[in-house]
């Protein structure tokens, strides 16, 4: 198992649980998300910014 910190961008949802939802979503294409947390909002783009760490397994 490998672990990496990553960061994503996400779209603003309508709702706090929509957002959840979708950071998740994003944070599971690179791995297994371990801890995550919105860093930064851009309010005119409605995006978000994702610090995460992830896991991957070792291949």
């Known amino acids: 198992m490998t672990t990496h910190f ?3 961008e996400v779209d603003l ?6 957002l959840e939802k979708a950071i998740e979503a994003e944070l599971q294409k690179q791995g ?22 992830v896991t991957t397994s070792a291949e």
Do not use: F, G, M, Y
Request: aromatic share 4%.
């Open 32 to 53: 297994e998300p371990l801890r995550w947390a919105i860093t930064s909002v851009d309010e005119a783009q409605q995006k978000a910014t994702v610090e995460a760490v």
């Open 6 to 8: 990553i960061t994503a």
């Open 13 to 18: 949802q309508e709702t706090p649980t929509e």
